[in-house]
């Protein structure tokens, strides 16, 4: 089993930032990708940005490209989204996830094992 915990989420007006952290604790994570989605009122939840065991290689989905920056701290077990340039269309609330699969599939919501209990972003017009 692996526990996730997301934090960092808040309150901030369209154009300012946010870091989120999520930290992993159980299971090892050794080989894993680590990926964030997120999920507004009424929509499905989607594939935001992830990053492979090294940290190597990142995947971002098109709203977050330029924006958004995924890194992880394999020693601390933890993985961050840096969000930039916020906009009120980010609101939803943020989850880490692990996939112990092919990275091939990093963007896929279904590949996932694990999940954490989510952080609520709100971005303010």
């Known amino acids: 089993q692996v526990q996730l915990v997301e934090t960092g989420g808040g309150l901030v007006q369209a154009g300012g930032s946010l870091r989120l952290s999520c930290a992993a604790s159980?299971?090892?994570?050794?080989?894993?990708?680590m990926g964030w989605f997120r999920q507004a009122p009424g929509k499905e939840r989607e594939f935001v940005a992830a990053?492979?065991?090294?940290?190597?290689?990142?995947y971002l989905a098109g709203s977050a490209k330029g924006r958004f920056t995924v890194s992880r701290d394999t020693a601390k077990n933890t993985v961050y989204l840096q969000m930039n340039s916020l906009k009120p269309e980010d609101t939803a609330v943020y989850y880490c996830?692990?996939?112990?699969?092919?990275?091939?599939?990093?963007?896929?919501?279904?590949?996932?094992?694990?999940w954490g209990q989510g952080t609520q972003v709100t971005v303010s017009s």
């Open positions: 996830a692990v996939d112990f699969g092919s990275w091939s599939s990093a963007g896929r919501v279904e590949e996932y094992e694990y």
């Open positions: 990053i492979n065991w090294s940290g190597g290689s990142t």
């Open positions: 159980g299971h090892t994570l050794r080989g894993a990708s």
